[in-house]
C-alpha cells in the first residue's frame, strides 16, 4: 500500500483535479492549478511521474500527449490522511485505520467515543490558548 502521509498540498491538488475530472493531460492539469498556486507544467509533469511510480496514478499515450487517471481512490487518501493528522495532532496512537476498514464499514466498539474524546481534548486545548 501507499504511504499517503509524505503526498504534499500540490499532490493532493493534483490528485484533486484528477479525481474531478477523471482524467486529464498535464496542460489540463496545468491550467486548472494556475490560477491556485505558482507551479511550471514541467513541475506538473514531474509530480505525475513521481505519483505514477507511486502507484497513485496512471496514464495513457494519445496522439496529443498521455492522459492521466487516479489509480487510487480520493476516500482512500482521505482516512490515511485524517488517521495521521489525528495521531499527530493529539500526539496519541490510535488504532491503525485502514483504508479498506472505512470502505468495509468495519469500525470497532469504541472508535467513535475516542474520537469524541480527542475532540474534547482538542477543544480544552483551544480554549487554553485563547
Known amino acids: 500500500m501507499a504511504d499517503y502521509h509524505e503526498l504534499t498540498n500540490l499532490h493532493l491538488?493534483?490528485?484533486?483535479?484528477?479525481?474531478q475530472r477523471r482524467e486529464a493531460t498535464v496542460a489540463?492539469?496545468?491550467e486548472a492549478l494556475e490560477p491556485r498556486m505558482r507551479v511550471s507544467r514541467k513541475t506538473?509533469?514531474?509530480?505525475?511521474s513521481r505519483l505514477e511510480e507511486r502507484g497513485l496514478v496512471r496514464h495513457r499515450s494519445?496522439?496529443?500527449g498521455n492522459v492521466f487517471t487516479t489509480a487510487v481512490r480520493r476516500r482512500t487518501v482521505l482516512v490515511a490522511r485524517l488517521a495521521a493528522m489525528l495521531e499527530a495532532v493529539f500526539d496519541s496512537p490510535l488504532r491503525p485505520v485502514a483504508p479498506h476498514?472505512?470502505?468495509s464499514r468495519e469500525v470497532r466498539p469504541g472508535d467513535v467515543a475516542r474520537l469524541r474524546q480527542l475532540l474534547r481534548k482538542a477543544e480544552r486545548d483551544l480554549g487554553k490558548r485563547a
Open 13 to 19: 491538488a493534483i490528485l484533486g483535479i484528477l479525481w
Open 44 to 48: 506538473v509533469a514531474t509530480l505525475l
Open 62 to 64: 494519445e496522439r496529443n
Open 101 to 103: 476498514a472505512v470502505e
Open 28 to 30: 489540463e492539469i496545468f
